[in-house]
């Protein structure tokens, strides 16, 4: 089955400071996903990507996708404390179903 | 409507009882899905629904019964659960399931407590 990994597991940045989370798959990655989630909340859907060497942003949020590595990265510029939370990044097994597997998760917290 | 909702937001039982969660999507979407997520870890894949029809169990205990009434509806009946089934409950959905890669929407889970 595909595993997904990702880090750091948990990071505390100081407001206004750029970060950076990877994600790195053990198998092929045919789509991949980007999803935060607030403590005992749903999943709010971040951005897709499918193709390798694809970039995709969405205000200040950037994330890309490494085909040949195997791994995907979510970069936040000018982090705010808006942007606290869990992020989860999750990938598609390619079979019937579309069926998600999902990375432990990054947990962030900004500092005001 | 671009939402899945799911009923009720909480819910508490014992282990006899038997109680139903509802998830429900209005998008047109022909896949549904369910997820377990117990706390500080990443959801977990229970079961899909293509078209009506279980495609994938992810070998989910027979006290968790799944049901998809019609292409909105999805619900998930409990019946004999055990504590360490206490965890949230996700509902998601996305459209037609198989070589396409779709995104899919959550909605805001059932949070479950089984005395």
């Known amino acids: 089955s595909q595993e997904l990994e990702q880090s750091p597991q948990s990071l505390i940045v100081q407001e206004g400071k750029n970060l950076t989370i990877n994600c790195t798959s053990s198998?092929?990655?045919?789509?991949l996903y980007w999803y935060k989630q607030k403590y005992g909340e749903g999943l709010i859907f971040l951005m897709m990507?499918?193709?390798?060497?694809e970039e995709k942003s969405h205000e200040k949020i950037t994330a890309k996708l490494d085909e040949k590595k195997q791994q995907s990265s979510l970069h936040i510029t000018a982090s705010q404390p808006s942007h606290a939370g869990i992020y989860l990044c999750?990938?598609?097994?390619?079979?019937?179903?579309?069926?998600?597997?999902f990375g432990g998760g990054t947990r962030l917290m900004v500092k005001p | 409507d671009t939402e899945v909702t799911q009923t009720p937001k909480h819910l508490v039982m014992g282990m006899t009882n038997k109680k139903s969660l509802k998830c429900e999507q209005h998008m047109g979407h022909r896949a549904m899905y369910w997820y377990k997520q117990k706390a500080k870890k990443p959801p977990e894949l229970m079961f899909v629904y293509s078209y009506e029809k279980l495609s994938i169990n992810e070998s989910v205990p027979s006290r968790f019964s799944p049901e998809c009434p019609n292409s909105s509806l999805l619900n998930l009946h409990l019946h004999a659960l055990q504590p360490e089934d206490s965890a949230l409950y996700l509902c998601a959905s996305s459209q037609a399931s198989g070589d396409l890669v779709n995104e899919q929407f959550f909605g805001p889970g059932t949070r479950l407590t089984v005395l």
């Open positions: 198998k092929t990655l045919y789509g």
């Open positions: 990507l499918q193709k390798g060497g």
């Open positions: 999750g990938a598609d097994n390619g079979n019937a179903g579309n069926m998600l597997t």
